[in-house]
C-alpha cells in the first residue's frame, strides 16, 4: 500500500501544525510520499510565507532594500525549526535565496522558495530524502506542464525510494528555470506524484473536514460530503471551492486513484473520497454549491434572431477576436446574453460593443455589471424532479432577483446569476432548502 499525502500551508504554519503533521505521517507507514506547501496563516489576519516572497521580490526587482523582508521570511522558518528541535540550520539557503533575487532570479523562482524551503525542514523532520521537485517536474516554455517527462522523471527518481518530501508547487525548464503553477498548485504537485508512482490513494490534507457542501466562510458549519466524483468536484472547484486546485484532477482521475481530503486539525474524522463513480447516493439531492463574484452580462436584443443563421458565431467571434472567453450563454427567441468575468471585458467592452453593432446589427445591446454565479451540483438531480423549482422558490423566499438561470444538459449543475450583493444570501437560501430542511 503505497499513498501520497499532501500537506496546505494551513498545515504547516507552525511547529504545532508540523507536529500533528508528523504524527500522522507515523501514524500508517504507507504514507510515504511527502509533498509539503509553504507555511500558510497561522490566523485569520496573518500572511501566507508564498505572499510575502512574493512582496519580497517585488521589492528586489524594484531595486528597494528587500533584506528586512527576507529576515521577517526566515525568521517563520526559524520559529519552525525551533520548535521542532530540529538541528538544522537554513543560513546558507537563505544566503543563496538573497543572492538569487539580487541577481533577478525572477518571480517564480522566489515564490518556489517557500515549499523548497519547508520542504527541507519537512525532510529533516521526518527523515525522509529530500527530493527538489526542480528535478522531477518539468514545463515546457509556454509554462504548461510537460506530462511524459514529469511521469517518466518521478517514476525514476521514486522507484528506489521508499520515503521521500517532493516540495509541492514548482518545478522547472529543461534548462533549470524554475517555473511553478498558479496559486494552490501544490494539490497538482501532489497528484502528479501519485501518478507517477500508481499510489493506492491520494491525501489532500487540510484545514476543513473535507469538501463541504458549501463554503464555510458563506455558510455557518457546512455539512460535509462524504462522496463525490470527480465531474462533481470539477465543477465545484471551477466554480470557486478552493479546497483543491481544479487541475489536480486530471492525473489522478486518469489513473483512477481516490483523493479523500482529510483536516490536519481532526484527523479522525474521514473526510471527503473523491471517487470517479459510485453507487452510493448522495445524501441530498444537492452535492455541493460554490459561486464567483465579479461577472457581467452583455444582453443583445435583436427581433427574429432566431431565424437568422450565423447569428451566434458571429457574435461570439467578437468575444474571440478581442480574447475574451464567455462563461455562460443563455438565450430566447428574440436575446441572447453572454456572461463574461468582468474585470477581462472592462478593459475593452467599447471595442466589444462596436464589434456586436457590425457584426450582427442588434437592435440594441445592454451591459449589467456585477452579477455572480451561483453553481449548484449533484448526480443527484437527475433523479428529483422540481429541482429548479425548487431553487426558485427559495430564492423567490430570500428576495434574491435570479437574472439567470442554466441547466446544463448533463442535468449534473444548475448555474444561477444574481447580483453580487445577493451572492451570499442566495447561496444560504439554498443551502436552506436542500440540506438545513432535510436535517
Ligand atoms: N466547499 C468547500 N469545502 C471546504 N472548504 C472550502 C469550500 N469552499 C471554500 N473552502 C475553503 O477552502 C479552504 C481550504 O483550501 P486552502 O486554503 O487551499 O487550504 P490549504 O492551505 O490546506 O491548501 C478552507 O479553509 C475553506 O475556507
Ligand atoms: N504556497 C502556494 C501553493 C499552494 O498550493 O499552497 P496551499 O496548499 O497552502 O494552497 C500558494 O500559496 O499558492
Not at 526566515?74 to 541577481?103: C, H, M, P, T, V
Not at 522523471?153 to 514548482?170: D, N, S, T, W
Not at 473523491?274 to 436584443?301: H, L, W
Not at 441572447?336 to 471595442?351: A, G, L, R, S, W
Request: proline content about 3%.
Amino acid at each position: 500500500m503505497k499513498k501520497v499525502v499532501k500537506f496546505g500551508g494551513s498545515s504547516l504554519a507552525s511547529a504545532e501544525q508540523f507536529k500533528k503533521v508528523g504524527k500522522i505521517i507515523h501514524e500508517d507507514s504507507s504514507r510515504r510520499y511527502v509533498v509539503p506547501s509553504a507555511p500558510g496563516k497561522r490566523f485569520s489576519s496573518d500572511t501566507k510565507v508564498t505572499d510575502m516572497l512574493y512582496e519580497c521580490y517585488g521589492a528586489a526587482e524594484n531595486g528597494k532594500n528587500f533584506k528586512p523582508m527576507l529576515e521577517k521570511i526566515q525568521a517563520r522558518y526559524n520559529e519552525i525549526i525551533q520548535g521542532l528541535g530540529l538541528n538544522l540550520s537554513l543560513k546558507d539557503e537563505f544566503e543563496k535565496i538573497r543572492e538569487n533575487f539580487e541577481a533577478k532570479a525572477g518571480r517564480e523562482y522566489a515564490a518556489s522558495r517557500g515549499e523548497y524551503l519547508n520542504g527541507i525542514i519537512m525532510a529533516n523532520y521526518l527523515n525522509f530524502e529530500f527530493i527538489d521537485a526542480a528535478q522531477v517536474i518539468f514545463f515546457n516554455e509556454d509554462g504548461t506542464l510537460n506530462n511524459d517527462k514529469t511521469n517518466t522523471m518521478l517514476y525514476e527518481r521514486l522507484k528506489g525510494c521508499e520515503y521521500a518530501v517532493i516540495p509541492g508547487f514548482y518545478g522547472a525548464l529543461d534548462d533549470g528555470t524554475v517555473k511553478t503553477f498558479s496559486r494552490g498548485g501544490s494539490d497538482i504537485t501532489g497528484s502528479l506524484v501519485a501518478r507517477a508512482i500508481t499510489a493506492d490513494l491520494y491525501e489532500n490534507w487540510t484545514d476543513v473536514s473535507g469538501f463541504l457542501v458549501a463554503d464555510p466562510r458563506v455558510v455557518n458549519n457546512p455539512e460535509v460530503i462524504d462522496t463525490i466524483t470527480y465531474r462533481e468536484l470539477r465543477e465545484l472547484s471551477y466554480m470557486g471551492a478552493s479546497v483543491l486546485h481544479e487541475d489536480a484532477i486530471f492525473p489522478v482521475r486518469k489513473a483512477g486513484i481516490p483523493i479523500n481530503i482529510r483536516n490536519t486539525n481532526a484527523p479522525e474524522e474521514k473526510g471527503t473520497l473523491i471517487v470517479e463513480s459510485t453507487c452510493r447516493r448522495p445524501r441530498y439531492t444537492i452535492t455541493g454549491i460554490a459561486g464567483k463574484k465579479g461577472f457581467a452580462a452583455i444582453n443583445i436584443d435583436k427581433a427574429m434572431m432566431n431565424s437568422e443563421i450565423g447569428f451566434g458565431r458571429k457574435v461570439l467571434e467578437v468575444f474571440e477576436e478581442n480574447g475574451i472567453s464567455f462563461e455562460h450563454m443563455p438565450s430566447g427567441i428574440d436575446t441572447m446574453t453572454i456572461f463574461v468575468h468582468q474585470p477581462e471585458f472592462v478593459e475593452k467592452e467599447q471595442q466589444v460593443i462596436a464589434g456586436i453593432h457590425r457584426a450582427v446589427d442588434p437592435d440594441f445591446v445592454e451591459l449589467e455589471a456585477d452579477l455572480a454565479l451561483i453553481a449548484v451540483v449533484g448526480r443527484g438531480m437527475k433523479a428529483t424532479r422540481g429541482t429548479a423549482g425548487r431553487i426558485f422558490s427559495a430564492l423567490a423566499h430570500a428576495r434574491v432577483n435570479v437574472k439567470m438561470i442554466d441547466q446544463g444538459s448533463s442535468e449534473l449543475n444548475i448555474i444561477i446569476g444574481v447580483k453580487n450583493n445577493d451572492f451570499e444570501t442566495a447561496i444560504r437560501a439554498i443551502y436552506d432548502i436542500f440540506v438545513t430542511a432535510q436535517l
